[in-house]
């Protein structure tokens, strides 16, 4: 890899605009033609060879109209990009990952895993959230409030129907973290100890997963109730084999502090390094949504987090671990652009010989 670490400031990274006349081009056209990835400047393809193979940066989903330019060639629809943009988020030279975040909210049919899997790059990983009906304890009333405990909540053999089969088998080698987000707890949360065991149950009844079919599929669970993370927690997790996914957020504790806590995961048994950059401290998600809307710039920029993740990513790729971290519009306000921050903070961390 080259060692040229002059690169130019963050506005030169995707060269010069489209000339008018290309840019003056109905959309209808563009569509025609299928969705097109954005003109990549040499300077971006300098960072991205940079980087460690080891390491795999991406964004939280792909279907956003506001990256046109950025990560995308032309104007479309959410809808454009959801269905047929993969292709073309795959064609970026930093990302090698992406979190699909729609099975969060409803399985996903094994068809559907296929298709993202022949989109993309051999070396490609995909991370993947848990259904909801499987992470979260109650089953919740438009508000967001939970109205009833959830039946489904933490049962294995849901989980492994409607998520871990179907999501192996299709993506195969390109399967990558499969993420049980847990959404917040409310009451249940009181009872840390009683949750605790209830977890370490339902992690000990997921099916072992096939090394030969999906070798860098790992099991992570994400909390979004800061009481929990404790040493107790992050033990069980360790006896279980299952890596903890460091989850910014609102309502979790800072970088610096889950960062402390990956270390005593790997303080016996080092594994992958799995990060969801999800939201800025200052915000809840609705707040953090109408504030960076159409995610197309970085509006509040969080140097704090960035640096963290690039000391714990350096670290982790030092000691032979696979990194993966998947960035929000949430976190700053423009996740492509958070990404290529982020890249630049971990390549002006790593050793000569490595950049």
């Known amino acids: 890899m080259t060692t040229d670490s002059a690169l130019p400031p963050i506005d030169d990274l995707f060269g010069a605009p489209l000339p008018a006349a290309e840019s003056a081009k109905p959309k209808r056209t563009a569509a025609r033609q299928g969705v097109q990835p954005a003109a990549a400047a040499p300077a971006l393809r300098t960072l991205a060879q940079r980087l460690p193979r080891g390491l795999r940066i991406g964004t939280s989903s792909w279907s956003y109209p506001g990256w046109e330019g950025l990560v995308y060639g032309g104007g479309y629809s959410e809808s454009q990009l959801a269905r047929k943009g993969l292709a073309a988020y795959g064609q970026h030279p930093l990302f090698r990952t992406v979190s699909i975040d729609r099975g969060f909210y409803a399985p996903i049919p094994l068809a559907d895993y296929v298709a993202y899997a022949a989109s993309v790059p051999d070396d490609f990983r995909f991370a993947i959230k848990a259904p909801a009906a499987v992470c979260d304890a109650w089953i919740r009333a438009s508000d967001g409030r939970g109205r009833q405990p959830n039946p489904a909540f933490l049962n294995a053999e849901f989980a492994m129907r409607d998520f871990v089969e179907p999501a192996t088998r299709g993506l195969g080698t390109r399967c990558g973290p499969l993420v049980f987000q847990l959404s917040p707890l409310g009451a249940l949360a009181e009872d840390a100890i009683g949750f605790l065991e209830r977890l370490e149950a339902f992690l000990g009844a997921l099916p072992p997963l096939d090394r030969q079919r999906t070798p860098d599929a790992v099991y992570a669970v994400e909390l979004r109730d800061a009481t929990l993370l404790?040493?107790?927690?992050?033990?069980?997790?360790?006896?279980?084999?299952?890596?903890?996914?460091?989850?910014?957020?609102?309502?979790?504790?800072?970088?610096?502090?889950?960062?402390?806590?990956?270390?005593?995961?790997?303080?016996?048994?080092?594994?992958?390094?799995?990060?969801?950059?999800?939201?800025?401290?200052?915000?809840?998600?609705?707040?953090?949504?109408?504030?960076?809307?159409?995610?197309?710039?970085?509006?509040?920029?969080?140097?704090?987090?960035?640096?963290?993740?690039a000391d714990m990513a350096v670290a982790a790729l030092a000691a032979g671990r696979q990194v993966t971290i998947l960035v929000s519009n949430k976190a700053e306000g423009c996740s492509p652009l958070s990404c290529i921050k982020l890249a630049e903070a971990i390549a002006a961390r790593l050793p000569a010989e490595t950049a």
């Open 230 to 309: 404790t040493p107790r927690f992050i033990k069980m997790l360790r006896a279980a084999g299952v890596r903890y996914c460091v989850g910014l957020h609102e309502r979790m504790p800072a970088a610096d502090r889950q960062a402390a806590a990956v270390a005593l995961l790997d303080a016996d048994a080092p594994g992958p390094l799995v990060v969801r950059w999800n939201l800025n401290s200052r915000y809840r998600y609705a707040q953090a949504e109408a504030a960076y809307k159409p995610f197309d710039k970085l509006i509040d920029e969080d140097p704090f987090s960035r640096e963290t993740l």
